[in-house]
């Protein structure tokens, strides 16, 4: 896979096929982007698992918090990682261990190594992307907020 260089026709596969996402890193806090994502994500639909070691055990946006992938009793799609690139090294592996089917490195995040394992194991990889903004581009939401959508329409797109 050429990292960097997602199709919308991929990405918007991906989006189509989860269901559920774990989103490591996920902060109690509204105006932390990890929230405003996960609360985005939950209106369209996806179920949004937090994880943090942090506060487990509390609950953000109605879903219980858990500290570790591994933890989290319910299947689980994607694994969306709010870390650092370094971090998101072993919790690829703790994806790859739990049986997702797809590692989304935030913004920002991009760890090879980890993408290769991952890769290997038969997940699919996204780095460096936000799953609001591409949802919001894909659908046409981006392009009523005035920003570039790279979907030309006259008609409103359908949703993912």
């Known amino acids: ?19 559920t996402i774990a989103l490591v890193g996920a902060s109690p806090k509204p105006v932390r982007a990890s929230y405003i994502v996960m609360k985005y994500l939950q209106k369209k639909g996806f179920r949004v698992i937090p994880v943090n070691p942090g506060v487990a055990g509390q609950e953000i946006l109605g879903e219980t918090v858990y500290a570790a992938l591994e933890d989290i ?32 490195m935030q913004l920002g995040i991009v760890n090879e190594e980890a993408a290769q394992r991952a890769e290997a194991a038969g997940l699919q990889v996204i780095m460096d992307r936000c799953p609001k903004i591409e949802y919001s581009r894909l659908s046409g939401e981006a392009g009523f907020m005035g920003l570039p959508s790279r979907v030309v329409s006259a008609r409103r797109q359908p949703l993912i």
């Open 1 to 19: 896979m050429q990292h960097g260089a997602y199709t919308s026709e991929y990405l918007a596969s991906i989006l189509k096929s989860v269901k």
């Open 73 to 104: 009793p319910h299947k689980i799609d994607m694994v969306d990682i709010f870390r650092s690139s370094e971090a998101a090294g072993p919790i690829t592996d703790s994806a790859i261990a739990i049986g997702a089917k797809v590692v989304w």
